[in-house]
């Protein structure tokens, strides 16, 4: 599972849309060369007459070897000819751009299914970040920024193996089920590390939805309770539930009422019951996550969540 919503489809149009427009660039210099060169539209037309007749030769199970000869010969005709012209030799070539897939996205491979061509990969990825909602914020967020010399030898250490975890989190993240809840005043580096395992996760073409818990909240209840049946709204909620990580920045900051706490214990049920991973920071403790949410919320979150508690110097004022 990886792109969402319709993307993969969207995705496909695009590259049937890269295909219509080189087809239309390459008849326009087709037609271009051959109204100001006609006896090459004519040496082009021969050729394609003699593969035509060998085809049709092979075909019947005649010899095809009289025409090798012809073919040879129009071909050095054809030759002569563009240099006579001057013009590009490759001008009836099709055009791609993607020589690697052809503009198909997708690379046929004869000992086994197809593949997503790196180009197709590219696109995802892009296409994985937007939908994030974190393009902005991994630009500053990610492993390549972090510094390690603002701590002192205690929390360095206390945040190095943090880290590690994190990385061994995204190194496992297709085989090992896991949840995270970052504990910790602010500024320790709880949103930063999410950031991390997004950034790299995200890389490696996985859905990742990133949200404070105000705006998750904010956006469930517009798509509960909105007369409107807004299309968007609708289709976030989906990814909510249904992206590969779903991280949930700063709980316990959002207005908590019942339909919260009620659409929390969901979320963190329903993809822990599809074994999609969870990622939550909170300022909390363990003990008001319980009495301001409930206590099946905090079971739920004990019973199957990492707790990471992080504590240091306030990052903001360092990084
Ligand atoms: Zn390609």
Same mark, same amino acid.
């Given at each position: 599972m990886a792109l969402q919503n319709g993307a993969f489809e969207r995705l496909q149009e695009e590259y049937s849309s890269i295909r219509i427009e080189n087809e239309r660039i390459r008849d326009e210099r087709l037609k271009k060369v051959y109204s100001e060169h006609p006896e090459l539209k004519e040496s082009d037309q021969k050729i394609m007459d003699i593969l035509t007749e060998k085809a049709l030769a092979a075909l019947k199970g005649n010899d095809e070897a009289a025409y090798t000869d012809k073919l040879a010969q129009a071909r050095a005709e054809r030759e002569t000819l563009i240099k006579a012209a001057g013009?590009? @030799?490759? =001008?009836a070539d099709r055009i791609y751009t #993607? @020589? =690697? #897939?052809k503009d198909t996205g997708f690379i046929v491979k004869s000992d086994g299914p197809a593949e997503k061509c790196k180009c197709f990969r590219k696109r995802e990825s892009e296409i994985l970040l937007e939908q994030s909602g974190m393009a902005a914020l991994l630009k500053n967020n990610n492993f390549s920024v972090m510094r390690t010399d603002v701590f002192d030898e205690e929390t360095k250490d206390h945040f190095v193996k943090a880290v590690e975890y994190c990385r061994g989190f995204i190194d496992t993240f297709d085989t090992d089920y896991r949840n995270i809840l970052f504990c910790g005043t602010v500024g320790t580096g709880k949103s930063f590390l999410s950031c991390c395992i997004a950034s790299d996760l995200i890389a490696t073409y996985h859905s990742v939805v990133y949200m404070s818990a105000k705006t998750l909240f904010d956006t469930l209840a517009e798509a509960q309770f909105s007369k409107e049946k807004l299309p968007d709204v609708a289709a976030v909620r989906e990814r909510i539930y249904d992206c590969d990580l779903l991280i949930v920045d700063d709980l316990g900051t959002e207005m908590t009422n019942s339909f919260v706490g009620t659409e929390l214990f969901s979320i963190i049920t329903e993809r822990y019951n599809s074994r999609r991973s969870v990622i939550i920071s909170t300022n909390l403790e363990l003990a008001q996550l319980r009495d301001r949410y409930s206590d099946r919320v905090f079971s739920r979150i004990t019973g199957s969540y990492d707790v990471l508690r992080l504590y240091g110097p306030d990052l903001r004022s360092v990084l």
């Open positions: 013009v590009d @030799p490759a =001008y #993607c @020589p =690697y #897939c």
